[in-house]
């Protein structure tokens, strides 16, 4: 008699590991550089840098919870490793997460000189946040939705410390022209993406220093560098995809 084909069993990740997992922590540096590119190319005050970063990383991770919660059934197929299918965290987990981050961020706004008009960019952003997450599978402009957010990260900074203008509309189209790329490639190339796709998300922050360098102190470069580097090496540790 023929024996029964094992199943694969994998060990349940601890909590804390499919949190960091579906936060997608290792492409935090990048959003901080897109905040630090917004401010600088509006020549806006860096003092307003802390309160704009940690908003910008709770609408981005919770973006990310929202994107896996509104996936989950794709992923069960595509990507049964991932902490929802795989059972780690629950799907009614992640989407509470993602709405408590979202509200989070709108609510670290409050932190800013500016805080009107960033609390109704913040509440923009966090609408294509969530439409994206909602709709991109369906949809061939999602690429475009996707860009949108980082492009509106910009956008907020600016608007937050009172420097919303003309001078931040090239660097707004160069950053949502590049994300609309790394998602096309992405969607495109899918599980045979490889290193590509976490290379090109990680070269965001490089895209960052080249407009901060334009606008701004020589410094920006090393630090949009240092950001590189710093998501290369932590995606190392939590993928970033």
């Known amino acids: 008699m023929g024996s029964r084909p094992t199943a694969i069993v994998r060990p349940r990740r601890s909590r804390l590991r499919a949190w960091l997992l579906l936060a997608r922590v290792s492409n935090l540096p990048t959003v901080w550089t897109n905040v630090l590119a917004g401010l600088i190319v509006s020549g806006a005050n860096l003092d307003v840098f ?4 940690s908003a910008a990383s709770l609408f981005y991770t919770g973006g990310m919870f929202l994107n896996d919660a509104f ?3 794709i992923d069960a197929r595509e990507r049964p490793e991932r902490p929802i299918p795989a059972g780690d965290i629950a799907r009614g987990e992640a989407f509470a997460a993602g709405a408590a981050l979202l509200m989070a961020g709108e609510g670290a706004l409050l932190l800013t000189p500016h805080r009107a ?4 960019w913040g509440a923009v952003l ?7 997450d909602f709709r991109h599978k369906q949809q061939a402009y999602g690429p475009v939705i996707m860009g949108l957010c980082r492009a509106l990260v910009y956008v907020v900074a600016a608007a937050a410390a ?36 976490p290379l090109m998300i990680a070269g965001i922050a490089l895209v960052d220093g080249m407009m901060m360098f334009s606008y701004g102190p020589p410094w ?3 630090a949009a560098m240092a950001a590189f580097l710093l998501t290369l090496a932590l995606q190392r540790v939590v993928p970033g995809t």
């Open 50 to 53: 802390v309160p704009l970063a």
């Open 71 to 73: 996936d989950a059934s």
């Open 126 to 132: 966090a609408a294509a946040i969530v439409f994206y």
């Open 162 to 197: 009172g420097a919303l203008g003309s001078a931040i509309a090239l660097p707004v189209v160069l950053m949502w022209s590049y994300v609309i790329a790394v998602t096309e490639v992405a969607k495109r190339a899918g599980p045979r993406a490889g290193v590509v796709v």
């Open 117 to 120: 008009p960033a609390m109704v």
């Open 220 to 222: 920006t470069g090393v």
